[in-house]
């Protein structure tokens, strides 16, 4: 190769492999090197080296007709024009085809002369941008025309390969790795900000709220000298809300047709278990004001079941009062007839689809509409013994009579009777512990679990019942809370900044029995308190003297409790303060206390909306039917202090809306259901909500459009699913 006077070349960036016509001159014989002779070029600045071929003339005798090649060392931007300075002659200006890459080439007109400068108007020395090569033989031009190709199509493939790098992709290979990632380029966004939001999504793996919030200030970068200027605000806003429990049942059942207690309707329902032991002496027999008796002939009398069969006929009386019981026990019956636990029923006025339904409601576990018109109601194993126990109350140091059912057990049995402490009630079985029937006494308040067990042979029954004792009075400078325990904890405050909006308290009203001061604001307070209170109020004897004071302390010094409206302070002038202590606590409060001459109730925290559904009893809603909602209180009370949200839940029922505050709900299949109603209360957001916003110490400042844009475009991009971001707090856009 030949070489001229020419000083080093200047450091610059990595080169682009050499000319693919320098590579195979490196290959030729010694006779065709000559011809493939070459001299590079240094360029400084916007000069080139001075430079001559007196070396190649001296080796070969001959005078070079150089052919200068301009290879570029990086993709050249579109329209660019390169001038080249030539020693005793005009400028020589040269434009470049679009698209030029680094490594490939093209050559300077034949016949240019010595070469002095170079200018293209890109940014930076010109040696950072361009090589040139003059070519001193016939043998160089040809291999240069040979070799050209293979320059660009090794360059081509490189720039191929690198496409599958974000950082060199671009145009459509940039979308494309969008398309992989899920990330689609919005209009008009240039490859720059494309590649920013990809480079976060490619690298993004767990939607936390801090990864969230870094990725978007990695990508966004200051905004005013604010490092991390982006806030994101996952604090979920106070929920105030009601539940109402359902059940979706048929409201008719076709004949030959089941249904179990879940609500699932077929031909070929699974049976309940069987029942592990059995004696027919424990069988109960139906009162015939409960049902009406009519036998079917050959079926024994009375009728017998067993009891749990009897409290299912009990609830049927409250859809359907005396329906007919045709058959209850019959050993010699194939189905659960045979130990009492099934029963076969119609009505007189009742339609028998309409009667098949109602046993449904009324819980027993598998129904079936007969062909012949009657309807077989089962129930599932329960306690073969049935215990009366009245109320369920006793008084401390009062006696309650508890009697088994059946009165009179089978002969051979023994029954025992036991007493259980559950927290701090007790009570004591007074006399004998063994019969048919024992008295129990109250010892202390709270709630007693009484067993009845009963031993036959290998056989062995039982029947546990839970009792209250309640107190009689109450001692001074004690309290009592609601499972009867002596001075307890009072109920705990609501957390901070969880104050109950006042839409949320009801106003007591029963000025024939309560007297409430001259302060308006005493007769307002929490719906829970307020219930109990009027459950109190029903409590006090008739003809008692006087009416019930009821205070709330409105005083800036005011408990927690009262400011909550959570507590009352009572008195009334014709009942001992113990006394009315002892009805507070039966009235259910969650907490009673006598001191300093007043009765002082609070009760626990509750949901304060109450949802309901006029349309149905106990309910059951039937399949198919539409049912208005009512919600206390109503969005007209709350007004701009909340939001009111419904939802539903095991797809038993569907929530239905007409119009802007009113909803209904519909029976969809059988099965349990539930509806909610809940008030999102102040401006925060819901639980899957999020907000973003600028730190506070950007206040006022407004957001370039195509910022807000890129951090749109970031939140669509990594958001969890489901979630829903809120950006009315981003300064310069709409929500």
């Not at 200018?119 to 043998?139: F, I, K, N, V």
């Not at 690198?162 to 494309?176: E, F, I, K, N, V």
């Not at 009315?580 to 509750?606: D, K, N």
């Not at 839940?649 to 519909?666: E, F, Q, Y």
Request: some cysteine.
């Amino acid at each position: 190769m030949s070489t001229s006077t020419a000083q080093a070349a200047p450091a610059v960036a990595p080169d682009p492999p050499r000319l693919a016509a320098a590579d195979m001159a490196a290959r030729l014989t010694a006779p065709f090197a000559r011809g493939a002779d070459r001299l590079p070029l240094v360029v400084r600045g916007t000069a080139v080296d001075p430079y001559d071929f007196q070396l190649h003339t001296a080796q070969f005798g001959v005078t070079p007709r150089p052919l200068y090649i301009l290879q570029a060392r990086k993709d050249v931007p579109a329209a660019t024009t390169v001038t080249f300075g030539v020693r005793g002659g005009p400028a020589l200006s040269l434009p470049l085809p679009d698209g030029l890459t680094a490594g490939t080439s093209v050559p300077l007109p034949d016949g240019t002369g010595i070469l002095t400068g170079i200018q293209s108007g890109l940014a930076g020395g010109q040696e950072e941008w361009w090589r040139l090569t003059a070519l001193l033989g016939t043998m160089g031009r040809l291999l240069w025309a040979v070799g050209w190709e293979r320059d660009h199509l090794r360059r081509q493939l490189a720039r191929t390969a690198a496409q599958r790098s974000l950082a060199h992709a671009y145009g459509a290979h940039l979308d494309r790795n969008g398309a992989g990632l899920g990330v689609v380029r919005a209009p008009g966004e240039t490859d720059g900000a494309y590649r920013r939001r990809l480079t976060v999504a490619r690298r993004w793996t767990l939607p936390t709220p801090a990864g969230l919030t870094a990725a978007l200030n990695d990508a966004v970068g200051p905004i005013d000298g604010v490092a991390d200027p982006l806030v994101l605000d996952d604090t979920d806003a106070e929920l105030r809300r009601g539940l109402l429990p359902l059940r979706v049942a048929p409201l008719d059942l076709p004949p030959g047709q089941s249904v179990d207690l879940l609500g699932t309707v077929g031909t070929d329902l699974p049976r309940p278990p069987v029942e592990e032991v059995f004696h027919p002496g424990l069988l109960v027999t139906l009162s015939p004001f409960a049902a009406v008796h009519r036998p079917l002939p050959g079926t024994p009398e009375p009728l017998l079941v067993q009891p749990v069969v009897a409290a299912a006929i009990a609830r049927l009386n409250l859809f359907a009062s005396l329906s007919v019981v045709h058959a209850g026990y019959d050993p010699r019956a194939a189905d659960a007839r045979a130990t009492g636990r099934a029963v076969l029923l119609s009505h007189d006025t009742i339609p028998s689809q309409r009667i098949a339904a109602l046993a449904h409601w009324s819980g027993f576990d598998l129904v079936t509409h007969r062909t012949d018109g009657l309807v077989y109601a089962e129930c599932a194993p329960g306690e073969l013994l049935g215990m009366d126990t009245g109320d369920g109350v006793l008084p401390v140091d009062g006696t309650l009579t508890l009697t088994l059912r059946p009165l009179v057990p089978p002969p051979g049995s023994l029954v025992r009777w036991y007493v259980l402490r559950r927290g701090a009630g007790r009570g004591e079985l007074v006399g004998p512990t063994e019969g048919a029937s024992v008295v129990l006494r109250g010892k202390a308040a709270g709630r007693v679990v009484v067993v009845a067990e009963l031993r036959l042979a290998d056989l062995t029954a039982s029947a546990t019942r839970e009792l209250v004792v309640r107190p009689v009075t109450l001692a001074d400078n004690t309290a009592i809370g609601a499972d009867g325990t002596l001075d307890p904890d009072p109920p705990r405050p609501m957390p901070p900044g969880e104050g109950l909006h006042p839409a949320f308290l009801v106003r007591h009203d029963d000025p024939a029995h309560a007297e409430y001061g001259t302060d308006a604001e005493t007769r307002r307070m929490r719906r829970e308190v307020a219930e109990h209170l009027d459950g109190l109020l029903s409590l006090v004897p008739p003809g008692t003297t006087g009416k019930l004071a009821v205070r709330r302390d409105l005083s800036a010094t005011a408990g927690q409790l009262a400011k909550e409206a959570r507590e009352l302070r009572l008195s009334h002038p014709g009942l001992p303060l113990g006394t009315l202590g002892a009805l507070a606590h039966r009235a259910g409060f969650s907490y009673v206390r006598v001191a300093g001459g007043v009765v002082t109730v609070a009760q626990e925290h509750q949901d304060p909306v109450r949802v309901t559904a006029p349309g149905i009893f106990r309910d059951v809603l039937p399949i198919g039917t539409t049912v208005p909602l009512t919600v206390t209180p109503s969005p007209a009370e709350i007004g701009a202090a909340g939001v009111l949200g419904w939802s539903t839940g095991d797809g038993a029922a569907a929530l239905l809306t007409t119009a802007p505050g009113t909803m209904s709900v519909r029976g969809e299949h059988g099965g349990p259901a539930w509806v909610q109603a809940s008030y999102r209360m102040g401006d925060r957001t819901g639980a899957y909500q999020f907000t973003v916003r600028l730190r506070p110490e950007l206040a006022g400042h407004t957001l370039p459009p195509a910022t807000r844009a890129l951090i749109i475009r970031l939140l669509e991009d990594l958001r969890p699913l489901g979630v829903e971001v809120v950006t009315r707090l981003l300064p310069g856009g709409n929500p």
